[in-house]
């Protein structure tokens, strides 16, 4: 049920995933293709947002430096289905 179907689309915001492992899937996938490394900052039953790796230090002072940072949360009345609600980029999304 992805809306991602190939790794060459981009990820953006209302893309929707099964699951949170369907969307783990996705970003790896498109990470591989870009060869960019990612980092998860907040992962539960119902959220997971993930930043460029070389964002993150102790206090995430540093959010500015990152190209990019995304967040999928369950969408309302959807049965869990998870849905891309907020990408911040500069570049590679």
Not at 12 to 40: N, P, Y
Not at 84 to 89: G, L, P
Request: one cysteine or more.
């Amino acid at each position: 049920m992805s809306t991602v179907r190939n790794m060459t689309d981009k990820l953006k915001v209302g893309d929707i995933f099964e699951t949170k492992v369907k969307f783990l899937e996705a970003i790896i996938e498109w990470s591989i293709m870009r060869g960019v490394s990612f980092t998860q900052v907040k992962s539960n039953k119902m959220n997971y947002t993930t930043v460029c790796a070389f964002m993150v230090d102790r206090d995430n002072a540093s959010r500015d430096v990152c190209p990019w940072r995304l967040h999928v949360s369950v969408r309302k009345n959807s049965c869990r289905y998870f849905m891309i609600k907020k990408i911040y980029r500069r570049t590679y999304m």
